[in-house]
């Protein structure tokens, strides 16, 4: 995998070749993997602007491309003109809409498809060396703090208690993912959880993937190591056909020598069984859309920094606008119709 990813650095170096062309080429070149095809849409009912507003504007997050997701066949349906960006400290793309009061008199429908194939990602942890790999993106950012994952006081603390019997920065790594499985607790109880506060789960010890990660990535961060969060949907693995009602969240970490690791802290504590698969492991159950905490948009967006982006943003008039609606839904290629599913 290693040798794949130094390909892929150079060739993008360079200019050789398209980012799809790079993409199947190193799959080519690597063993064979589990993967998933399918078809993934989602449509935004954006409602009729109220009287006197002026514009609207909209960022609508796009699929990641990386070495374990391709994406084709990617369209936007929109009756109003759109571009597409991409920020430079993530790489997360959005197609971006300008939506002036005359043309959003009446509610109208965005839909957004593209295949995706998912490829399961798996790390061997043994092959550690005393060489460094250089990321192909630096890793620089992944050691700061973001507005709700601290890295000092209570988050510091608790990482040093947890890995001061460690010493190798991967050992510490496992030592965290292993406090954050046994300690949290996997709920949607209360209204706090969800926002990937890191020290309200370290004090709550509940909450869902986001609070699971935050938590792992400040303790990680603390403790040296860079760590990153990505966020997209969740797929059931006995369903062909479905739609999706809620997203899913991941974390990364980087080790020297062997380069970024995966890790699913909340599918973990799901699944015991699978503890020690998740770390270093990730299913094909999944699709990313992007990469980040405190995310600027591009354009910058007018508000704030968003917390983290999976669904879509609006700004009415440089304020934030929250009455947009959307519909997410997948099905596996090849796959017969089936009933409608509810993801969790």
């Given at each position: 995998m290693k040798k794949i990813l130094a390909f892929v650095a150079i060739a993008l170096s360079v200019g050789l070749f398209s980012a799809n062309d790079i993409f199947r080429t190193a799959v080519q070149a690597a063993p064979a993997t589990p993967s998933r095809t399918l078809q993934f849409s989602y449509v935004v009912h954006v409602p009729a602007l109220p009287a006197g507003s002026h514009e609207l504007r909209l960022w609508l997050p796009l699929p990641y491309q990386d070495l374990y997701q391709s994406i084709s066949q990617l369209r936007v349906d929109s009756p109003v003109p759109y571009v597409m960006r991409q920020d430079s400290e993530y790489n997360d793309r959005y197609a971006y809409l300008k939506i002036g009061a005359t043309n959003a008199k009446k509610p109208f429908d965005i839909r957004v498809s593209f295949q995706v194939k998912r490829f399961e990602h798996r790390v061997a942890l043994t092959g550690a060396s005393d060489t460094v790999d250089q990321p192909i993106v630096s890793v620089a950012r992944f050691l700061q703090p973001d507005r709700l994952v601290p890295i000092d006081g209570v988050i510091s603390d608790l990482s040093q208690q947890q890995t001061e019997r460690a010493t190798l920065p991967l050992e510490k790594a496992r030592k965290i993912y292993d406090y954050v499985i046994?300690?949290?607790?996997?709920?949607?109880?209360?209204?706090?959880?969800?926002?990937?506060?890191?020290?309200?789960?370290?004090?709550?010890?509940?909450?869902?993937?986001?609070?699971?990660?935050?938590?792992?990535?400040?303790?990680?961060?603390?403790?040296?190591?860079?760590?990153?969060?990505?966020i997209g949907f969740p797929l059931p693995p006995d369903v062909h056909e479905a739609a999706i009602t809620s997203y899913h969240c991941w974390a990364e970490f980087y080790i020297?020598?062997?380069?970024?690791?995966?890790?699913?802290?909340?599918?973990?504590?799901?699944?015991?069984?699978?503890?020690?698969?998740?770390?270093?492991?990730?299913?094909?159950?999944?699709?990313?859309?992007?990469?980040?905490r405190d995310i600027q948009l591009t354009p910058p967006q007018k508000g704030g920094p968003l917390n983290y982006s999976v669904y879509p943003y609006a700004e009415l008039d440089g304020t934030p606008f929250t009455?947009?609606?959307?519909?997410?839904?997948?099905?596996?290629?090849?796959a017969p119709a089936a009933a409608a599913h509810t993801g969790n």
């Open positions: 046994a300690t949290m607790h996997y709920d949607h109880d209360g209204t706090e959880w969800g926002r990937g506060d890191a020290l309200w789960a370290c004090n709550s010890k509940h909450g869902n993937c986001t609070d699971f990660h935050s938590l792992f990535i400040g303790m990680a961060r603390s403790a040296g190591i860079p760590a990153r969060f990505e020297g020598g062997i380069g970024w690791i995966p890790i699913d802290a909340s599918e973990a504590w799901k699944h015991k069984e699978k503890t020690d698969y998740f770390f270093g492991g990730l299913d094909v159950n999944r699709v990313m859309f992007t990469m980040g009455d947009l609606k959307e519909e997410y839904s997948f099905r596996d290629d090849g």
